[in-house]
C-alpha cells in the first residue's frame, strides 16, 4: 500500500486558508496513493478556542476531505475541531474516496494544554480496513498510552497505527523513540505525521513525521522541512515477519 505524509506548517486558526493550503499540495496526488495522512487538527493548529472553530459534521472540513478523497482516488484522514450533540471533540474522521467515512475522537487529552477543559474524550477506538490492510489511527498524546494502542494475534488486530500529531520540538526525542517503541512491541508499520514550523503560541516544530517499520526501522523521517511524501508498504513482508517471531500470540 502506498501512504502519503503531508507534513506542513499550519495557518493559526484560519480553516479556509489551511484547506486551500492543503488542497495545493496534495493536487498533483491523484493515482499515485492509496492513503493521504494529515495532521492532527489540520484545519487550525493545536487550538483550544474550541467555541469559535468547532464545525458540525456536515460542515465545510467534512465537504472538503470527501472531494479530496474521491478526487485523490485514496483514502484520506486527519483531525480536526469538531461540534457533535453540544460537545467538543478532537474528531479524526477516515475519509474514503466514495464519501463514506469513519471517526475517532482523541481519547487522551492534553491537560499541560488544558485540552481537557475544552474538548470531551472519546471512549473507543477505532479499526479501519482499507485495500485489505486493518489500521488503527490515533491522535498525538495517545502514543505516550501503549495499552491504548496495543495490539493483538486477533482479528482484532491491525498492520498499520497511524498518530497524527502537533508534537513540539522540545519533546522531539520522545516522539521518535515512542513511535519506535509503539511499531517494535505491536509488530506493525507505524506512520507518524506532525506539523513543522511555529504555531500561534510560538512553539516550534520540526517535524520528525516518519514510517517505522514492524521491527522497528525508520523507512522515512522528515525533519526541520514542509513536503509531502509517499512510501509504499509490504503486507506480505509484515506477515512474514510476524510467522517467524509470533511474540503477540504470546500475551
Known sequence: MRITLLQTPLHWENPEANRQMLGEKLSTLSGTTDLVILPEMFTTGFSMQATALAEPMD????????????TLGAAITGSFICTASG???????WMYPDGQYKLYDKKHLFTLAGENNHY?????????HWKGWRIRP?????LRFPAWSRNTAGEDGYDLLIYVANWPNRRAHHWQSLLTARAIENQCYV??????GKDGKDFEYRGDSCITDYAGHTITRISGQEGVFTATLSLPALREYREQLPFLKDE
Do not use: H, K
Open 120 to 128: 470531551t474524550p472519546g471512549n473507543e477506538r477505532l479499526l479501519v
Open 87 to 93: 460537545q467538543f471533540y478532537n474528531r479524526l474522521i
Open 191 to 196: 506512520a507518524g505525521v506532525n506539523i513543522c
Open 138 to 142: 490515533l491522535i498525538c498524546y495517545d
Open 59 to 70: 460542515g465545510p472540513t467534512m465537504r472538503w476531505l470527501s472531494a479530496q478523497a474521491n
